[in-house]
Nanobody, 128 residues
């Protein structure tokens, strides 16, 4: 069974940057779409970003557009989430997840809420 491992979380000041990584040791990720989700304190889990198998299609939540960038390096079997200009409201546990296809939700082609495989998450805290 596919196992996903997130890394790169930590404490950062507002306006700072972090890069999260999602890897699957022993598995290949190039047959999966990968999404980043997050769950902040007292909040429901929300989708942050999604990337297609070859990286040609990406999608972002409105709250992170222009600040976060998702990318993948299939040769390294890793998906990244570059997070810039972080805000306190970005504080959350960030999860990467895998599915076999993207779906159409409204006008957006994105990752389905019910992904097939999930990592255990990495904590991002934005605070001064």
């Amino acid at each position: 069974q596919l196992q996903l491992v997130e890394s790169g979380g930590g404490l950062v000041q507002p306006g700072g940057s972090l890069r999260l990584s999602c890897a699957a040791p022993g598995f290949t990720l190039d047959t999966y779409v990968i999404g980043w989700f997050r769950q902040g304190p007292g909040k429901e889990r929300e989708g942050v970003s999604c990337i297609s198998m070859r990286g040609l299609n990406t999608d972002y939540a409105d709250s992170v557009k222009g600040r976060f960038t998702i990318s993948r390096d299939n040769a390294k079997n890793t998906v990244y989430l570059q997070m810039n200009n972080l805000k306190p409201e970005d504080t959350a546990v960030y999860y990467c997840a895998a599915a076999t296809r993207m779906v159409l939700i409204g006008s957006r082609t994105t990752c389905p809420p019910g992904m097939d495989y999930w990592g255990k998450g990495t904590l991002v805290t934005v605070s001064s």
